[in-house]
C-alpha cells in the first residue's frame, strides 16, 4: 500500500473510538483525496487543540481556558455542582439546556475490576470545593450502570459530612444507561425529577 507516513496515519486513525482497521484506512483515505477541504484544516485544527486544550484545574472540563469558560462564567449558579463521570456527560446536559449550574468531573468511575479507587478520580478535590464554596446542592448525574451507582452512592456517603444537599437524577434514565446517548428531553426530565439521596 502507501509509504510509511499513510500506514501511520491509518494506524493513529484506528486508535480511535468507534474506528478499527477497515473503517481508519477508509478514513485516510477519505482525507487523503480531501486534502485542502479537510486533510489540512483537521491538522491545524488537531494542532491548534494539542496546543491549548487543558483540564480545568477546578472542575475537569476540557476548554483551552483554565479555570473553563463555565467555572468563570457569572450567569452561571455557583451554588449547584453537578457530578459526572467524564465530559461527554457534560456536553451531554449542557446540550439539553436544562442546568444552569457548574460541574464536576469525576473522570471515570469507581471499578474494583479495572482497579480504580477513589484516589483515582477527582474526589478529593470535589470535597475540598464543596467545603471551601458556597455550595448548597450537588447533582450526582454518574450513569445508571453498577460502576455508576456504586460511584454515586460512595460518594454520597463522602458529601454527608459537608451538609450539602445531595441529589441524583431519578426518572426517565434507564437501568444499564448512559447519559450521553439520552435524548435531550429526558435528560431535562431526569435532572428535574431529581431526588435527594
Ligand atoms: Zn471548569
Not at 19 to 27: E, I, N, T, Y
Not at 33 to 58: F, N
Request: aromatic share 4%; charged share 25%.
Amino acid at each position: 500500500m502507501g509509504g510509511p507516513e499513510i500506514e501511520r496515519l491509518i494506524e493513529f486513525l484506528a486508535r480511535l473510538p468507534g474506528l478499527g482497521p477497515r473503517s481508519a484506512r477508509r478514513a485516510a483515505l477519505h482525507l487523503m483525496k480531501r486534502r485542502e477541504a479537510l486533510l489540512e484544516p483537521l491538522a491545524a485544527a488537531l494542532e491548534t487543540a494539542a496546543r491549548t486544550i487543558k483540564t480545568c484545574s477546578t472542575c475537569g472540563n476540557l476548554d483551552s481556558a483554565d479555570p473553563c469558560a463555565i467555572c468563570t462564567d457569572p450567569r452561571r449558579d455557583a451554588s449547584v455542582v453537578c457530578i459526572v463521570e467524564d465530559v461527554a456527560d457534560l456536553w451531554a446536559i449542557e446540550r439539553s439546556g436544562a442546568f444552569r449550574g457548574r460541574y464536576h468531573v469525576l473522570g471515570g468511575v469507581l471499578s474494583a475490576l479495572d482497579g480504580t479507587g477513589p484516589e483515582d478520580l477527582r474526589i478529593a478535590s470535589l470535597i475540598d470545593r464543596v467545603r471551601s464554596g458556597d455550595m448548597r446542592e450537588a447533582i450526582i448525574a454518574t450513569n445508571a450502570t453498577v460502576e455508576g451507582q456504586t460511584t454515586a452512592h460512595y460518594i454520597a456517603d463522602r458529601l454527608a459530612s459537608t451538609g450539602i444537599t445531595v441529589t441524583r437524577l431519578a426518572h426517565g434514565v434507564p437501568v444499564g444507561g448512559e447519559l450521553d446517548y439520552l435524548d435531550d428531553g429526558t435528560l431535562s426530565a431526569a435532572l428535574r425529577a431529581r431526588r435527594s439521596v
